[in-house]
């Protein structure tokens, strides 16, 4: 039996597919109403529907922390496990004060799909706590970090549950977790995190892993409309650790990074920017805030440019509906998860843009924090040649599997990376049957 989305059957209300798209910035409801798509064109039946629009685990955790004026803080802590059918549950711990449990589901999923995806041997997770970090002291951080750690330690294990960074995090806060899990276990357990110092059994090639990945399934879809690598011109939206990182390589592979921007401001420069000095000037200053090598623009601006490759790689839900027309870029490497909404999908398809969805574009960091994870399990360390070959090989393996399937169903990159991610992960769960 398939499904029909719109009717209930045996009793069970589907979710009505058009309503999610009155709300873009629903996280969890954008995620889903590309699932459905993807779950209707694979025929799904309606028991596996049911299995993997649910996570399997939430848990929601009160964080005390003794603050540095000796007062008691309660902060708000979450972690969600979305799907373990492959593996272990992957995903990151983000400290924000806009984390919600329906945006932590929704990354989950995403985490969930993208794993499928690459085809690695994880499932998908996410985490977070509800907190200013740029307001707190580092002993603040570390207290936060610890004792949510122990609030979730219940879900975590090297064979249950390995999270990562994410924003406001880094690989101090993986070593902070991974000593308290330790002290818990008592014995070390490096392989219960992944982007750790690289002292700490962390991988070579991890931090520019998912910028890496950007660059790789660029230089593929370039390839795809006929447009040379050398001289492409791209605008990259987001100058963090994966925009950076991607503009960096593009660069070097002889790409005209025209404009970049971060949280402070835009700049471009239609000769092409030296990122070289983009990278010193955001390092010494902490931003591309007084940037002098280019000329100041709007982010919309710079959203709207006409490009070759546009990178959004900073924040969920830049291009909507109502900006989506003026998107004037061939490609869209969708650098940062959710960049996207689902209302604009349908505007960029119209246009003929070219997008590289995020679950395949950037899954160059989880892809290298699976590498992390097997060489801490094996006690043996890669050279980061090695690690970047291995990468290269997946994630241009992946793109041409879901091209593929594009071409076969006649669907966009997005729908077709949902409906491989779907069918990796339904038939996990068929071939393991339900445990009764």
């Not at 009793?11 to 590309?34: C, I, L, N, Q, W």
């Not at 993208?114 to 985490?127: L, T």
Request: proline share 4%; hydrophobic share 45%.
């Amino acid at each position: 039996m398939t499904i029909d989305l719109r009717t209930p059957s045996h009793g069970v209300v589907m979710p009505d597919k058009d309503r999610r798209f009155t709300d873009e910035e629903h996280p969890f409801e954008a995620m889903m109403s590309r699932f459905d798509r993807a779950a209707e064109l694979l025929g799904l039946s309606e028991g596996m529907y049911r299995v993997l629009r649910m996570p399997e685990k939430q848990l929601i955790v009160a964080v005390p922390v003794l603050m540095d004026n000796g007062e008691i803080q309660v902060f708000e802590g979450f972690r969600v496990l979305y799907n373990t059918s492959r593996g272990p549950a992957k995903g990151g711990i983000r400290f924000d004060m806009q984390v919600t449990l329906e945006e932590v589901k929704a990354l989950a999923a995403w985490m969930t799909w993208k794993c499928a995806v690459v085809n690695i041997p994880f499932g998908g997770a996410k985490g977070g706590v509800r907190c200013d970090p740029l307001g707190m002291s580092i002993g603040e951080l570390e207290r936060l970090t610890r004792r949510y750690t122990a609030g979730i330690i219940g879900f975590l294990g090297p064979d249950s549950d390995v999270p990562a960074p994410d924003v406001n995090t880094n690989e101090r806060v993986m070593a902070w977790i991974m000593d308290t899990y330790s002290m818990h276990a008592r014995h070390t357990v490096t392989a219960v995190v992944t982007g750790k110092p690289v002292a700490m059994g962390g991988s070579l090639g991890r931090r520019e892993a998912t910028g890496r990945g950007c660059m790789l399934v660029t230089k593929e879809a370039l390839a795809q409309i006929g447009r040379p690598v050398h001289g492409a011109t791209v605008a990259v939206q987001g100058f963090g650790n994966v925009g950076s990182v991607a503009a960096d390589l593009l660069c070097r592979e002889g790409c005209s990074i025209v404009a970049i921007g971060d949280r402070t401001s835009a700049y471009y420069n239609p000769r092409g920017i030296n990122i070289t000095s983009a990278l010193a000037h955001a390092a010494r200053t902490g931003s591309l805030a007084g940037f002098p090598d280019a000329e100041t623009i709007g982010h919309e601006e710079l959203l709207a440019l006409d490009v070759d490759v546009l990178v959004p790689a900073a924040l969920e839900n830049v291009i909507t509906r109502k900006n989506a027309a003026q998107i004037r870029a061939k490609i869209v490497c969708e650098g940062a998860n959710g960049p996207t909404s689902a209302g604009a999908d349908k505007i960029l398809d119209e246009k003929g843009v070219f997008v590289i969805p995020d679950i395949l574009a950037n899954a160059g960091g989880v892809t290298v924090s699976y590498f992390e994870w097997v060489q801490d399990r094996a006690g043996y360390f890669w050279a980061e040649d090695v690690v970047n070959d291995r990468l290269g090989e997946i994630m241009i393996r992946s793109f041409h599997d879901v091209l593929k399937l594009a071409r076969e169903h006649q669907v966009n990159l997005r729908t077709a990376s949902y409906m491989l991610a779907i069918e990796r992960v339904s038939t996990m769960h068929q071939l393991r049957g339900v445990y009764a």
